[in-house]
């Protein structure tokens, strides 16, 4: 049943960005919903 638990890492959607739909790393999610070109802009 080990399959099961990558299938659903695998069908988990990728993040977008909320302002310019870039697929976020998922390494970001600290980050909220933006991309590494938005947070410079946001300087968060
Ligand atoms: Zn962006």
């Known amino acids: ?6 299938d659903f890492f695998r069908n988990l959607p990728k993040k977008q960005c909320v302002q310019c739909g870039e697929h976020i790393d998922e390494q970001h999610e600290c980050y909220g919903n933006h991309c590494d070109n ?3 802009d946001h300087d968060l």
């Open 1 to 6: 049943m080990l399959t099961n638990v990558v």
């Open 38 to 40: 938005c947070l410079s």
